[in-house]
């Protein structure tokens, strides 16, 4: 009798761990491969946490295809090799929009026809080709590329990606599928992985690429789980007892509904023209896509037209990779120098052997700071990944170790000031070193000035950088007070400038002298006090003397100011020099109307965050309407975000908000809260 009922305890066991594998299978597959998950991370986790339960008390009932036995192997000695059943093949690159529209000649000439030629368009992600193995319908062996021929054996690893499935969904699935994708990292994964390392005192990685290839060919399964990889398909190889549709777009459809994730940027496009299209649409994009591609591919839809077309030695005819310009290049580090900024900050920035990084030939890039040059392990004369990514400054990414020779040299950042000599001080904690020369120092002076007449501080139109530079070189001005002095004659005397504009610029200085508090306090180039900080300031303090006299705990009342920031401020408050040219600023006329309270009103102390792009005004001016009603506009959205207004083609910041439930305004909903 006992026996019988222990029986019926086991059927319940075993039916209950099938029902968790199914869910947890239906919730991954919604979740990676449809993009529209249904139920939350806890609730997910949950399942996950009572399957794992279940296993351990009874683990005969354990099967490969398992959710949880993802890391099963044991770590090995080295990788075995897989020979492919149908080659791994590489593309042919095209870089000009003629490559492209050769390509569809070419093509067109070999299929003797006029007519439009279908392409199926993808992003080309920079990551790790793999070749995935399915046997009725469970993941068998995974490899990578390796020479097209044979590649490592990396089945153990592939597992341990959440996003491939150990076990296809659907029926009518092939008894052997070899699928094939790309294994990549997101830039977000990547950002915090090189964190970690950094915490953890381990070496970084020089790029998404590098930390994806590096984390598949781990050794032990274990570790590579612990990386935030992901996996795109992009094909098939090898295919047995099923016949595959006859488009290679729908058979991206099919590996679809077999729980395979692919790219949702993939379009079908009728002739060049479209891919071109294609082209141009997916490089805006490009740097809002939360992972790395380095171009598009174009491959010919038609399955029968593949198969016509065939392949020239290691590449098929019918695809081709129209690559963007590299972001990554090699040069050597010949020297270093050391740049002051406009707050003092000491940056070192290597002299290259002049090289062509994205379009632009590069021969000096940022070396961040000192932190940042120990942990790369930067010496001069090494070479190095040189990166453009985006509008950002060209940087060093990282070394190429291998071509380290014995005379490197270390860097060392200098004592004094490489302008005005003044010490240069190094706080505990901080990454930035600083030239302590303040207004006294020439290199901060000609960035103070240039930024006290910007567009957002006191915009004296007419005053721009060139002249900025002009007018202390011929030491007319030496400080922002100076520019209230000039005379006609000294402005006639400089380079390009006539009796005519020289009036124009005499006339903007004195139309300047009317500003507001917070662009003035903005102006001042107070470290780290930015529009908003400034915009609180004045709002809370009202007058500037109520300001200058604060204490440093009365300016951490003041909202999102805390410790660090109020020391700048109250530090700069009471440097002799500053005092000095903030009385002749006064003096000269430099004036505003008082302060207004913004009335309370639904913006009033909301977080807003901007994305895409608005039709009705630049983003710009979205953010001045909102900051004068009283709202702080950030970059970035996180849980105290209260709205993000989504415009066209918004990307990242739109999926964020989804994650962290954030409210979203169209933007006719932002235009109707405004009115």
């Given at each position: 009798m006992s026996k019988h009922h222990h029986h019926g305890k086991d059927d319940h066991t075993v039916s209950e761990i099938k029902r968790l594998r199914s869910l947890i299978e239906e919730h991954n597959?919604?979740?990676y491969v449809l993009d529209d998950p249904i139920v939350s991370d806890a609730e997910y986790d949950s399942l996950f946490k009572r399957l794992r339960e279940l296993e351990s008390l009874h683990p005969k009932y354990i099967t490969v295809d398992s959710p949880t036995q993802r890391v099963g192997a044991a770590p090995s000695k080295s990788f075995k090799l897989l020979k492919h059943d149908v080659m791994m093949l590489s593309l042919e690159n095209g870089f000009t929009d003629e490559d492209v529209e050769d390509f569809d000649?070419?093509?067109?000439?070999?299929?003797?026809t006029n007519g439009h030629i279908e392409y199926c368009c993808e992003p080309k992600m920079d990551g790790l080709a793999v070749n995935i193995r399915y046997k009725n319908g469970y993941l068998t062996q995974a490899s990578t590329r390796g020479d097209g021929e044979s590649g490592e054996d990396i089945t153990s690893n592939i597992k341990?990606?959440?996003m491939v499935p150990l076990k296809l969904r659907g029926d009518h699935i092939p008894s052997l599928l070899d699928v094939r994708g790309e294994v990549f990292m997101s830039k977000a994964g990547f950002e915090k992985l090189n964190e970690y390392a950094?915490?953890?005192?381990?070496k970084t990685f020089a790029n998404p690429r590098n930390a994806a290839a590096g984390s598949l060919r781990q050794l032990d399964p274990s570790i590579t789980a612990q990386r935030p990889l992901e996996f795109y398909c992009y094909g098939v190889g090898a295919v047995q007892g099923e016949k595959l549709p006859n488009e290679h777009s729908e058979i991206l459809k099919k590996l679809m509904e077999w729980g395979i994730r692919v790219n949702p940027l993939i379009e079908i496009k009728k002739d060049a023209s479209g891919c071109l299209k294609y082209f141009e649409k997916i490089s805006a994009k490009r740097d809002s896509l939360p992972y790395e591609i380095d171009g598009v591919v174009y491959k010919v839809n038609s399955i029968a037209e593949q198969h016509k077309l065939g392949f020239v030695t290691r590449a098929p005819r019918w695809a081709l990779a129209h690559k963007f310009p590299a972001e990554e290049a090699y040069s050597v580090i010949e020297a270093v120098e050391f740049q002051v900024g406009r707050t003092g900050v000491v940056t070192p920035v290597a002299r290259l052997k002049p090289v062509h990084v994205r379009g632009v030939t590069v021969s000096n890039a940022t070396l961040h700071n000192m932190d940042e040059i120990k942990r790369k392990d930067i010496h001069?004369?090494?070479t190095v990944i040189v990166?453009?990514?985006?509008?950002?400054?060209?940087?060093?990414?990282?070394?190429?170790?291998d071509r380290r020779t014995r005379d490197v040299m270390k860097i060392v950042m200098p004592r004094r000031c490489p302008v005005c000599q003044s010490e240069i001080e190094h706080i505990e904690g901080e990454a930035a070193a600083r030239c302590t020369g303040g207004l006294y120092c020439p290199a901060?002076?000609?960035?103070?000035?240039?930024?006290f007449a910007s567009r957002k501080a006191m915009d004296i139109e007419g005053l721009g950088d060139k002249l900025a530079e002009q007018m202390i070189d011929k030491k007319q001005i030496r400080n922002v007070a100076d520019i209230y002095d000039l005379s006609h004659h000294q402005l006639e005397s400089l380079e390009r400038m006539g009796s005519k504009s020289a009036q124009n610029l005499l006339d903007q200085i004195e139309k300047s002298k009317l500003t507001t508090l917070p662009k003035f306090l903005y102006a001042l180039g107070i470290r780290e006090v930015g529009e908003a900080t400034a915009r609180q300031l004045a709002i809370h303090f009202k007058t500037l003397d109520a300001l200058r006299g604060a204490s440093i705990d009365k300016l951490q009342e003041v909202q999102d100011i805390g410790?660090?920031?109020a020391h700048h401020i109250y530090n700069f408050f009471h440097e002799k020099h500053n005092q000095g040219i903030l009385e002749k600023l006064l003096k000269a006329g430099v004036h505003w109307e008082k302060v207004q309270q913004p009335e309370s009103n639904i913006f009033s102390s909301k977080t807003f965050v901007l994305t895409g792009t608005l039709s009705s005004m630049t983003r710009d001016e979205a953010k001045q309407k909102l900051e004068d009603l009283g709202a702080k506009v950030s970059g970035s959205v996180s849980p105290k975000t209260n709205y993000v207004i989504v415009g066209e083609g918004a990307g990242s910041k739109l999926e964020k908000a989804k994650e962290f439930g954030v409210k979203t305004l169209t933007e006719s909903e932002f235009l109707k809260l405004l009115s």
């Open positions: 597959y919604r979740y000649q070419r093509i067109k000439e070999r299929l003797h341990t990606i959440q950094v915490d953890a005192g381990e001069i004369g090494d990166r453009r990514a985006g509008d950002v400054i060209p940087e060093v990414a990282g070394v190429v170790h901060q002076q000609k960035e103070a000035i240039k930024h410790p660090i920031v």
